[in-house]
Nanobody
Framework: LQLQASGGGLVQPGGSLRLSCTAS???????????IGWFRQAPGKEREGVAF????????RYAESAKGRFTISRDNTPNTVYLQMNSLKPEDTAVHYC????????????????????WGQGTQFTVSS
């Protein structure tokens, strides 16, 4: 399974950005067998989870820093997960990664990086005026 993250760039504080994560290369499983998470890693900091979504997209979970500002969604037809980010702050600056976890229950949303089996290459965005 390969994950391709895109949508990074430069945005001003208070602005919005949407990241996309597209999956391909399935062998035996399909996109809706995987929960998806977005993680980020800022310079000098550990990787942290930002938002998570269940296989069907019916359940979502957010880090405290993302609640009320970020929305994760998925469209299983083009095998894509989105992260809509509003009211961006300079402290949101980071490399953002999407990751996929094969789960046995459709409502599961793993929250830790070591629970994820596949990772995208990361997309950088910077919040700065």
């Amino acid at each position: 399974l390969q994950l391709q993250a895109s949508g990074g760039g430069l945005v001003q504080p208070g602005g919005s950005l949407r990241l996309s994560c597209t999956a391909s290369g399935f062998t035996g499983l399909t996109f809706d067998d995987y929960a998806i998470g977005w993680f980020r890693q800022a310079p000098g900091k550990e990787r942290e989870g930002v938002a998570f979504i269940s296989t069907s997209g019916g359940a979502m979970r957010y880090a405290e820093s993302a609640k009320g500002r970020f929305t994760i969604s998925r469209d299983n037809t083009p095998n894509t997960v989105y992260l809509q980010m509003n009211s961006l702050k300079p402290e949101d600056t980071a490399v953002h990664y999407c990751a996929a976890a094969w789960v046995t229950l459709k409502t599961m949303m793993p929250r830790y990086a070591d629970e994820y089996h596949y990772w995208g290459q990361g997309t950088q965005f910077t919040v700065s005026s």
